[in-house]
C-alpha cells in the first residue's frame, strides 16, 4: 500500500500576515504617559537687588506631611483653598500708585496691595502625597483662571466667551492666523491684569 505524503502548508504568505499585525498593534496600542503641571519658567537673569515684597503681599500655603492644608498656619478644606486664594489676590488693598481700579476684594489694608504685587507662596513635605500636591495646584491655578474669566468677560462682552475659551480658541493649531491676531493682545491684557505668581518652595524634609 503506497504512503500518503503530508500535504503542504503554503507559508508564502506569513511574512505578509505578520506585518500587517505588526502594523495594527501599532496603530491600536495606546502608549500611557505620565500626568504633570504646565508651566513656563522664567529666564534666569542675575538681580544685584532682589526687589522688597512686603508680608501681606505673599500668601503661605502649606501642605504638611499628613496632607492637611495650611493657609496662613490656618488649617483649610481643598474645596474652600480657590475662594481664599481668590479673595487675596482681588483684594485691592493699596493705595496711591499701588491701588487697584478693577479689584472687587474687600481692600483690607492687612491683604494683598494688588494682583501684580500679589504672591502665593506654595510648600509641601517630601511625604506629601503627590495627588494631594495636584490637587492643591489645580486649585491654585482655578483661583487665577476664575478671576481672568470675569476680567476678559468684562472688557471683551462682544466676544461672549471667557479667558480660558479664548485661550483654547488661541492654542488651537486649526485656528486662522487672523484670528488669533485678534485674541493675542486681549489675551495679553488678561494675564497682564493678574499674572500668575505661584512661587514654589523646596519641600520641607520630615524628620
Known amino acids: 500500500m503506497a504512503r500518503r505524503s503530508a500535504p503542504e ?3 508564502g504568505s506569513m511574512a505578509d500576515i505578520a506585518f500587517l499585525l505588526l502594523i495594527f498593534f501599532l496603530v491600536t496600542t495606546t502608549i500611557e504617559t505620565d500626568s504633570g503641571l504646565n508651566r513656563k519658567l522664567p529666564p534666569i537673569e542675575d538681580v544685584v537687588d532682589p526687589p522688597i515684597i512686603k508680608e501681606k503681599n505673599i500668601l503661605p500655603v ?9 493657609v496662613e498656619e490656618e488649617l483649610v478644606e481643598l474645596k474652600d483653598l480657590r475662594s481664599v486664594a481668590m479673595d487675596f ?3 485691592g488693598g493699596g493705595k496711591g500708585e499701588d491701588a487697584c481700579d478693577f479689584c472687587r476684594g474687600k481692600r483690607s489694608p492687612s491683604s494683598s496691595d494688588n ?7 506654595l510648600k509641601n513635605d517630601r511625604e506629601t502625597a503627590y495627588k494631594v500636591y495636584i ?3 489645580n486649585e491654585l491655578v482655578a483661583a487665577y483662571n476664575e478671576l481672568r474669566n470675569r476680567e ?3 472688557l471683551y462682552p462682544s466676544m461672549q466667551m471667557n479667558f480660558i475659551e479664548a485661550q483654547k480658541i488661541y492654542d488651537d493649531p486649526r485656528t486662522s492666523i487672523d484670528r488669533k491676531l485678534d485674541l493675542k493682545p486681549k489675551l495679553s491684557i488678561v494675564k497682564g491684569m ?3 505668581k505661584l512661587s514654589e518652595a523646596e519641600p520641607s524634609k520630615t524628620s
Open 9 to 11: 502548508v503554503n507559508a
Open 62 to 70: 502649606v501642605i504638611n506631611k499628613n496632607n492637611q492644608l495650611l
Open 89 to 91: 489676590l482681588d483684594n
Open 115 to 121: 494682583p501684580e504685587k500679589a504672591i502665593i507662596s
Open 135 to 137: 490637587s492643591v495646584q
Open 152 to 154: 476678559f468677560s468684562r
Open 194 to 196: 493678574f499674572p500668575m
